[in-house]
């Protein structure tokens, strides 16, 4: 039974410690849309969206009123496009209709942003598949709210490094074709190595085709609760440390669940997971790189940041599981540059590099993110660090992830705003050495030797 000590608790946490719900996000199976006739196709997905999500934003908010609970943004997920669209698709020109029929549902039910703009192609591609990748750049230049996702690899398949270096022109293209906008539809584009299929987050949530006809699920976030948590144990042990970590998560993921489950009943569709991931925001004492300094460090990026974001993610997934039976998405830590005021403070005194920050995206909840490139990066290099990081997810068993930002006509030094949750970011360098040779070889990496589990 919850008690006056646990409502006073949780009000502190979000009246001082900024600790909110992310995103309700209502996934939407778009399977029976499917049809020959490229007119019928994106009626009926306007249609089905209007119907199912048309009373999401009201629900999220009457929660929020009687809750006291921040609910940030309520968003909607679909089957992945090239899915959906394959029968009546025909050229990449075919697939920008759907992604402005997206569009246009994603305003008419005022959610900010629809995930699902997608293709999974971690062993091959269909023709579908290549024209959706090609369609991208056009695609985000003639939309607002979607969001577009590419899965190149998994730990059961290996990399497909043939889409690999077609999205790492991708990526090019499409900072091209908004760079009035500061290259901003990279910002709604992620590359990922073994994509869950119930990420509540953007701009890689996608409906999976396990799922059924509608779903909803909840990202929870609260960096600067676990911050506060851990400045009460200063200088004790690692069991401490690792203890208030866990019973933190805890809490915020019963906070979740209660939100996920209201939402569910309200909306008459069912409950799927709740995702307990600490997502940072550009406010200052919102961020996840303050928790690593809280921990000791004098910088992110100092020696010991991979281990302290390791016992970050793990006791955060270990307090999450204890709360809900339902835990799902990504669930740990996100390190986007541009989105945590702390992680920019980082690289400004020189503390963090490109190269740093893979490293701790092997031991976090995704990868390489939000950060801003040289405009003039060559598409090899931006695909090589795209297979540098599919090569950690798959190895590790893990998602990973790449959204990197080429930011035409700016270079290092340079700084970017992006707005929003989206924040701001110092343009920094990338290796300069070129892996052209090994992108180009084309094929498959093959799956490791421990994906054979059967």
Do not use: W
Request: net charge negative; hydrophobic share 45%; aromatic share 4%.
């Amino acid at each position: 039974m919850i008690n006056i000590l646990e409502v006073n608790e949780t009000n502190k946490m979000i009246e001082q410690e900024m600790l909110d719900v992310r995103t309700i996000t209502l996934g939407i199976s778009l399977l029976d849309c499917c049809d020959t006739d490229l007119d019928r196709l994106n009626t009926r997905i306007y249609e089905k969206i209007c119907r199912t999500a048309k009373d999401l934003v009201r629900v999220g908010k009457e929660i929020e009123l009687e809750y006291g609970i921040p609910i940030v943004n309520k968003r909607i997920s679909v089957t992945p496009i090239a899915l959906v669209g394959g029968q009546a698709c025909h050229s990449p020109e075919d697939f920008v209709t759907i992604a402005q029929t997206l569009d246009r549902a994603a305003k008419e039910v005022g959610v900010n942003f629809l995930g699902g703009y997608s293709a999974l192609v971690s062993k091959g591609m269909t023709k579908a598949e290549r024209d959706l990748i090609l369609s991208i750049p056009q695609a985000m230049a003639s939309t607002e709210r979607i969001c577009s996702s590419v899965n190149i690899g998994s730990t059961k398949t290996g990399i497909n490094m043939d889409a690999v270096k077609l999205m790492g022109e991708i990526v090019l293209k499409t900072a091209e074709a908004t760079k009035d906008q500061n290259s901003l539809g990279c910002a709604k584009l992620v590359i990922f190595c073994n994509a869950p299929d119930d990420n509540p987050f953007m701009a890689g949530a996608f409906h999976g085709v396990t799922e059924g006809d509608a779903v909803i699920n909840v990202g929870v976030s609260g960096p600067g609760v676990v911050k506060h948590a851990l400045e009460a144990v200063r200088g004790k042990n690692f069991e401490v440390l690792c203890e208030t970590v866990k019973k933190t998560a805890f809490k915020v993921t019963r906070m979740g669940q209660l939100v996920a489950l209201e939402a569910s009943e309200r909306l008459r569709i069912p409950f799927g997971i709740v995702d307990l991931s600490l997502a940072p925001t550009p406010s200052v004492g919102d961020s996840v790189a303050e928790i690593l300094e809280e921990m000791g460090l004098e910088s992110v990026g100092a020696p010991g940041t991979t281990a302290a974001l390791a016992l970050l993610n793990d006791q955060v997934k270990k307090g999450g599981v204890m709360a809900s039976s339902f835990v799902g998405g990504l669930s740990g830590a996100f390190i986007p540059v541009s989105e945590d005021q702390g992680m920019i403070d980082a690289v400004n005194r020189g503390a963090l590099t490109i190269e740093k920050l893979e490293a701790m995206t092997s031991v976090c909840s995704v990868g390489l993110d939000m950060i801003a490139i040289p405009g003039k990066t060559p598409a090899t290099t931006i695909a090589g660090i795209i297979a540098d990081e599919a090569a950690i997810g798959m190895i590790n068993q893990k998602t990973t992830a790449v959204r990197l930002i080429p930011v035409i006509g700016k270079d290092v030094g340079d700084v970017v705003e992006f707005g929003g949750l989206l924040g701001y970011a110092p343009v920094q360098p990338v290796n300069k050495f070129s892996c052209a040779d090994f992108i180009n070889r084309g094929g498959r990496i093959p799956a490791p030797i421990h994906s054979f589990k059967n």
